[in-house]
């Protein structure tokens, strides 16, 4: 077989929500810091499609590419690819991704508590991981500053009506929607629903409200709606957040915890923690660090923990001769609407 390229991969998940971290195969791409990498790889935007898409990945899927970071407190920098999207910040990325580092020993582990920075496109991200008899048990990520930007704010969507949102940055931007408003409480059987519901509803808070970060210009576009109910296991929210091209993600989601975690702030509800609950049934517990300012913006640096285990490693092979080598995706899972490659291939 020719084989042109081989990427090694480590795959991970974090509270459900899977991540695949490229630790091999490849060296750099153009730009210093993590966002000008990110801008690099999506001009290009080749090798998200050979890690992300079929016949390689599925919808659910995230990828994270570990880079050298040259920030002089970072240990390592990496940048987040959504199965549609590239983000700024991902907390269910950072938790994988440092689980992976720390587990294959590319950093070395210390017990207690290991501590290491990682560079994200969005910035610096602190980390803590639990380290008992050699094995991580938790790690917790210190968020870039998260902010709230609108509260309660009407939003007309056709077929649907007004409905009520609050926008939040937690590293990225995140419309909250009441859930129980729309007749759902956030049920593993409500995922399709919930999921071609949010895709509907996500453009129209774009065009009706602004979404822009003070500093971070490349930032301001609106990544996610998430729903949001009462608890049902015991924490003090549950999310479900929906991800572009319309699917549910597994994890409560580190940068909604974050975003939610700022919304409560900005009312003077936030308790001394928040748990977030998943639509599985997965837990992460948000705090916060300390309180600053984003331009002219009142903002909270929260920390969010969760666990991750790694799943399995991965040499993935891009052969020049398989006309299906650079990746495709079908509506039936990826939504309508959004479908790409090369699908008129007869063997």
């Not at 795959?11 to 966002?35: K, Q």
């Not at 822009?212 to 490349?218: F, N, S, T």
């Not at 903002?299 to 285990?309: K, Y």
């Amino acid at each position: 077989m020719r084989i042109a390229r081989v990427i090694q991969c480590v795959d991970a998940h974090a509270e459900g929500e899977p991540s695949r971290i490229v630790v091999g195969g490849v060296l750099d791409v153009p730009g210093t810091t993590m966002l000008e990498k990110m801008r690099a790889l999506e001009a290009d935007d080749t090798l998200r499609r050979v890690l992300l898409f079929e016949p390689r990945g599925s919808a659910p899927l995230s990828g994270d590419i570990v880079f050298e970071s040259a920030h002089p407190e970072a240990d390592a920098g990496f940048v987040i690819m959504e199965s549609s999207s590239y983000e700024g910040m991902s907390g269910t990325n950072t938790i994988n991704t440092a689980a992976v580092l720390l587990e294959t020993g590319v950093i070395a582990k210390v017990e207690p508590v290991t501590e290491l920075v990682l560079e994200a496109p969005a910035g610096l991200v602190r980390v803590r991981a639990w380290v008992s008899d050699g094995v991580v048990e938790r790690i917790e990520f210190e968020n870039v500053p998260s902010f709230a930007t609108a509260l309660d704010a009407p939003v007309e969507v056709p077929d649907l009506g007004t409905i009520t949102v609050d926008v939040a940055y937690g590293g990225a931007f995140i419309a909250f929607v009441d859930a129980g408003a729309l007749g759902f409480s956030i049920g593993p059987d409500e995922a399709r629903e919930l999921a071609t519901l949010g895709e509907r509803i996500r453009p129209h808070v774009n065009e009706q409200l602004r979404v822009a970060h003070p500093l971070i210009p490349e930032l301001s576009h609106l990544s996610f709606v998430v729903f949001t109910a009462p608890p049902r296991v015991g924490g003090d929210g549950r999310h479900a957040t929906i991800v572009s091209p319309g699917r549910l993600d597994r994890s409560p989601t580190g940068t909604a915890t974050s975003a939610q975690i700022a919304v409560r702030a900005a009312r003077g509800t936030m308790a001394e923690t928040y748990t977030a609950e998943s639509v599985i049934d997965t837990r992460f517990v948000g705090r916060v660090v300390s309180r600053t300012q984003v331009g002219s913006l009142d903002a909270v640096v929260p920390a969010v923990s969760g666990r991750a285990w790694i799943t399995g490693y991965h040499q993935l092979v891009v052969d020049p001769s398989d006309p299906l080598g650079g990746g495709f995706k079908l509506g039936d899972t990826w939504g309508a609407g959004d479908v790409e490659g090369t699908l008129n291939v007869r063997g």
